[in-house]
């Protein structure tokens, strides 16, 4: 593995894949990405890049263990104590306005420079592409039977924005129902870990001459999180691909950029 060194924070990033841009920490955009560098090296492939630009496993843990031997610093020790009196002001706000108002500050808005297309990027998965303001990198699925998994997911509930898309290849089956298939995608997100309130509803709409399902629901996380989704079902044969963004309920920019990604979705 190698590490990407961002030229902003100082941190770095794991370099998953090729389409790494943004750093983890800060996310901005990093200076000389892969895609800038192949510009310039047309005929060098991504190991060559991870070569000139990354950092070594280990010489990144070499790293990471000197700042920890080094302990907080000044910034560190700013952000800490941040932390604590916005966990005390919390405190308070729940003991004297209960804990409605404290809930409020569980998950976080969208940013408004997020709604910028300018930056945003294309991804390609096996049948459907889009166009996404985060990086998309595979996330480890463990396969089920007579079922080939693969997913890719970009953002955190910490970010305020999760984008993810899931394929699923029934081994078993040469044709699959649209409205089962939806029905079964949705099923799935209202049984996660802490989904409680779940519901949606759902129209069929056309993508270059091929029928899919939209939906728009919302749901409660952990019994204190309201959350809204949009939810873009396809099927081909025996494949079916799931496009889900996720974000806090009640947020004009986060229900916009959903709007942005799903009307950019197109099949392969």
Request: aromatic share 10%; proline share 4%.
């Amino acid at each position: 593995m190698y590490y990407l060194k961002c030229g902003y924070c100082a941190e770095h990033s794991a370099l998953k894949s090729e389409y790494i841009t943004f750093c983890d920490h800060c996310g901005k955009k990093f200076p000389f990405n892969y895609a800038d560098w192949k510009v310039q090296h047309p005929n060098s492939t991504f190991a060559a890049y991870e070569l000139e630009m990354g950092v070594p496993e280990a010489r990144y843990e070499a790293i990471m263990k000197k700042r920890r031997r080094q302990g907080f610093d000044l910034r560190k020790k700013t952000a800490l104590i941040t932390s604590i009196v916005v966990l005390i002001a919390c405190s308070t706000l729940g003991a004297y306005y209960g804990p409605t108002l404290v809930k409020m500050f569980q998950e976080p808005a969208v940013p408004v420079t997020m709604l910028n297309t300018d930056n945003w990027r294309t991804f390609r998965g096996n049948m459907l592409q889009l166009q996404t303001p985060l990086s998309l990198s595979p996330v480890p699925v463990k396969d089920q039977p007579n079922m080939r998994l693969k997913a890719f997911k970009g953002g955190s509930n910490g970010e305020g924005l999760v984008i993810r898309m899931d394929e699923v290849v029934y081994l078993a089956d040469n044709y699959i129902g649209l409205e089962l298939a939806s029905k079964e995608a949705a099923n799935q997100l209202s049984r996660e870990e802490g989904v409680s309130q779940f519901t949606y509803t759902e129209k069929a709409v056309i993508i270059l001459g091929q029928q899919a399902m939209l939906q728009h629901g919302s749901y409660i996380y952990k019994q204190s999180s309201p959350i809204e989704f949009s939810s873009l079902v396809a099927v081909r044969g025996g494949t079916r691909v799931q496009l889900l963004v996720t974000h806090r309920g009640n947020d004009e920019t986060g229900r916009k950029i959903a709007e942005k990604v799903m009307g950019s979705a197109r099949l392969n």
